[in-house]
């Protein structure tokens, strides 16, 4: 049995295999916040953001709000990625700027104007990110389009670049 | 010769995923979302593969490192790396914007330079398969 081990190649990746899964859920156990090994990560995504408290809009809820004009659209994406196509309008405020300070990109903002911030796609979490450290500086009207600017294109959202 | 080019190899192919299986490990939370980004995988097992990946990448590197089960480390990691390979391949070919994810973390975006640099640990990791099947099985005692 153990010859066998030794000289032939799948009970070792058998072996291997079952060690991996056992160390991956072991190390999972001991993490401050487990986990979960089967979840929809997109449901996840909007999970976060409802639970930091800030308000999440569909990209369908999001075109509403932008032909009745009700909100500021805030890009929180790189300048270059802004520059290449955003939703008509948008205030490109990028969540690179969270490590330097925001203060002098949000000082023109008034702190109860309702705005939406998107960014890349549902893996993206810079909209979030900024949302959060921007509901923290006392803006009372945020929210979030978690699906970002693909699930905008996908919607047939209009486009604008500069 | 061609020995130590064999242990040179299994040596530092292994370091590579001991290396970046931890890195994965430490963030397989960025790592899940890297995974969900390639869109090669349905979002519900994104989480799971996270896991699983970061911990064969630690645990194979490990034995590989070690000289402990080499055969069957060095085809699943090299198996792994094909898979890689593959995924960054599409990506680039579906034109997605997407983060490499290759050591963990989410700094560097796909390229033809990381597809070139997997290319070639790649190359070493068949180099380290071809020492560990060539030894007919006496690969323990002699290292």
Known sequence: ?162 | MIRSVWLVSRLLFGAVFVYSGVAKMIDASDFATVIFNYQILPARMVYGAAMVISSVELICGLALCAGVLIRGAALVLNTLMVIFLGAMGLAIARGLDVSCGCFGGAGQAVTWQTLLRDALILAIGLVAAWGAFAKDGKDEEEI
């Open chain 1, 1 to 162: 049995m153990l010859q066998s081990v030794r000289r032939l190649w799948w009970p070792q990746v058998l072996l291997l295999l079952a060690i991996s899964i056992m160390a991956a859920w072991i190390v999972n156990v001991g993490r401050p916040e487990p986990l979960p090994w089967w979840a929809d990560f997109t449901a996840r995504k909007v999970e976060e953001s409802v639970r930091a408290g800030i308000t999440v809009l569909t990209p369908e809820e999001a075109r509403a709000a932008l032909s009745s004009g009700e909100r500021l659209f805030v890009d929180a994406r790189d300048p270059d990625e802004f520059a290449t196509g955003h939703i008509p309008g948008a205030l490109n405020i990028p969540a690179e700027l969270l490590a330097t300070g925001l203060d002098d990109a949000v000082s023109g903002l008034a702190k109860d104007k309702p705005m939406l911030l998107y960014c890349g796609g549902i893996s993206c979490s810079k909209s979030r990110e900024l949302a959060e450290a921007m509901k923290d500086m006392g803006f009372t009207a945020l929210a979030v389009m978690p699906e970002g600017i693909e699930g905008w294109q996908a919607v047939g959202g209009p486009m604008e670049a500069k």
